[in-house]
């Protein structure tokens, strides 16, 4: 190993290249895979050693790194938490671009922390928002020490002091008892939200059997859930399903009646949650840094990570912006007056957006079946198997 080929590993590792493209990268410098005189393994080792450095003097080169962010960048913010031996316990940082996204979009957020990203074992905990163009934004990070109400609380507090006091108005996390004390302690006035999509997965997951076993469960159990659009429906609904179904005694059916107003969507229809239901956000910039840096990078192998995600983020946004000033639908579904005010009003993400819903209400049928009172409605395609899937409101 020359100290060329040294010298180039220690770069690619800098910017978290794995070690099976560093032998491709080698091996294309040196001729071809048989002219590489060492081994996956070689490489694996002296990668190890170079971790090993950094880690000596990581938090030190990690503040050293914040510092100089902050001459370029006043705006940009980061607050450590240390324990009684001054170490490390969190670590929270936001930069300029991501606190005007929050002046801007920070209605709503997304938290998670499913995500352990580096070799100190510290949760990633993105802070995600949705922009004016329906695309994911970062508003901040954090790494914690564990997941207890105390390193919460610590971390929505600094959350908002980076954000000049700002509390949002929608939050949606994953179940976390811990966490959900937190938000409403700290984010007292915002209405909190559990994600609906892994509620309903631990559902299927636990209840196998009985799906299987009763034909049009599932189909109702989806109808109900998706498609109630009052709270009245969706509980009359949901009893009449446990009765018919036998699933009195269901232990989890039973818990998800008795947390319903935690994420069923007709509970949260007067509130801002932007096309979303889930923590799928959080999970997707999770995703992003799972490609990208693993339990074996140090603190600042992530922190240069975080300040990729972050340009293309923006770089991503700048796009959207000028495709939408500079384009303009060709042709509208319908060509309703509507949709040609829409095409004023909207950007070109939002009023795609638009255009799904204005097609999904061709999909309906309906009659009136009380004098200016009430109607029934229906989907038109689909032959009715199913009397829920009838659906009787009064105006």
């Given at each position: ?213 009763h034909e049009g469960l599932y189909e109702d159990f989806e109808d109900i859930i998706n498609n109630s659009l009052t709270i009245e ?163």
């Amino acid at each position: 190993m020359t100290d060329m080929e040294k010298g180039l590993i220690r770069m690619l590792n800098d910017n978290n290249i794995s070690t099976r493209q560093m032998v491709s990268i080698l091996s294309y410098l040196r001729g071809g895979p048989t002219a590489l005189p060492m081994k996956k393994k070689d490489i694996n080792n002296f990668r190890t050693k170079i971790n090993r450095d950094i880690k000596a003097s990581n938090m030190t080169k990690v503040l050293d790194y914040f510092r100089k962010r902050q001459t370029k960048d006043p705006s940009f913010f980061y607050k450590l938490d240390l324990d009684e031996e001054r170490r490390v316990r969190n670590l929270f940082l936001v930069d300029g671009c991501s606190i005007e996204y929050y002046k801007e979009y920070g209605e709503y957020i997304s938290f998670d922390t499913t995500f352990m990203t580096n070799k100190y074992n510290l949760p990633f905990s993105p802070f995600v928002g949705i922009t004016g163009h329906a695309q994911s934004c970062l508003f901040s990070c954090a790494f914690l020490h564990d997941e207890t109400i105390e390193t919460f609380l610590w971390v929505f507090e600094t959350f908002l002091e980076a954000m000049g006091g700002k509390h949002p108005v929608t939050v949606i996390n994953d179940q976390d008892k811990a966490m959900k004390s937190a938000i409403q302690l700290v984010f007292s006035n915002a209405t909190h939200r559990n994600c609906l999509f892994h509620i309903k997965s631990k559902c299927y997951n636990r209840n196998t059997k009985v799906f299987s076993q009763h034909e049009g469960l599932y189909e109702d159990f989806e109808d109900i859930i998706n498609n109630s659009l009052t709270i009245e429906e969706f509980e009359t609904l949901w009893v009449k399903m446990i009765e018919d179904k036998n699933l009195q005694n269901n232990k989890y059916m039973t818990k998800m009646w008795q947390t319903r107003h935690r994420f069923i969507p007709v509970y949260f229809k007067h509130d801002f949650f932007p096309f979303i239901q889930t923590t799928s956000r959080s999970e997707s910039i999770n995703s992003r840094m799972n490609d990208n840096v693993g339990p074996t990078y140090s603190m600042m192998g992530f922190i240069r990570e975080y300040d990729c995600v972050i340009e293309a983020i923006n770089k991503n946004e700048r796009l959207e912006e000028s495709y939408s000033n500079q384009k303009t639908p060709k042709e509208f579904i319908f060509g309703y007056t509507i949709e040609q005010q829409a095409t004023e009003l909207y950007n070109r993400n939002i009023f795609r957006k638009f255009q799904v819903q204005l097609k999904a209400t061709a999909r309906l049928s309906y009659k009136e079946t009380e004098e200016g009172k009430t109607f029934e409605v229906w989907p038109k395609s689909n032959q009715i198997h199913n009397v829920h899937r009838i659906r009787r409101y009064t105006v």
